[in-house]
């Protein structure tokens, strides 16, 4: 390491090493934030919902239920029974 090259070298690259361990773990935290969390007392709200929507007006009101809050979350949702069939 008694060249100037190599030590410029070696620190170039230990530089980007860690920018992309940064950028990455960075980028990471902030789509995991990002990503809507669901408490147990909101699913229990939703599943209820979902329920009488059902009860109320059958499948079509639980289609309707079910594209307001993929509407809200801007993400993909479904409902299944307790053995995975969709509602």
Do not use: C, H
Not at 20 to 48: A, M, V
Not at 51 to 69: F, N, V, Y
Request: proline fraction near 1%; glycine fraction near 6%.
């Amino acid at each position: 390491m008694r060249s100037l090259f190599t030590k410029i070298l070696l620190w170039m690259l230990l530089t980007v090493a860690v920018s992309n361990t940064l950028s990455f773990y960075i980028g990471t935290t902030l789509q995991r934030s990002s990503q809507p969390q669901f408490s147990g007392r909101g699913l229990t709200f939703e599943l209820r919902e979902a329920r009488e929507a059902w009860e109320a007006e059958g499948r079509d009101g639980l289609e309707r239920m079910l594209a307001r809050i993929k509407d809200a979350i801007n993400a993909e949702v479904a409902l299944t029974d307790s053995t995975g069939r969709d509602l």
